[in-house]
């Protein structure tokens, strides 16, 4: 399964990471709206974690981008 994380706060998204590989997913790890929109257009993820306040493009604007492009990605915001 391959998950990506979009959170600003570095602690955080490092911490999600860790226990996610530990588990054995593939993780992929960006820290802002914009960087999260160009790696859901560049691969295929399982699940998108998107933290609701990100600099750049909330995570709510994100959401929606995805949305309207047709992707049915599965979306946790946080």
């Known amino acids: 399964m391959r998950i990506l994380i979009a959170d600003?706060?570095?602690d955080l998204n490092q911490i999600l990471?860790?226990?996610?590989?530990?588990e054995s997913y593939s993780v992929d790890c960006c820290f802002d709206g914009?960087?999260?929109l160009d790696y859901l257009e560049s691969a295929e993820y399982d699940?998108?974690?998107l933290d609701i306040m990100m600099p750049k493009k909330d995570g709510l604007s994100v959401l929606r981008e995805i949305r309207q492009k047709n992707k049915h990605v599965p979306v946790?915001?946080?």
């Open 76 to 78: 946790l915001l946080l």
């Open 47 to 49: 699940v998108a974690i």
């Open 8 to 10: 600003d706060e570095k």
């Open 17 to 22: 990471a860790q226990k996610l590989k530990q």
């Open 34 to 36: 914009e960087e999260a």
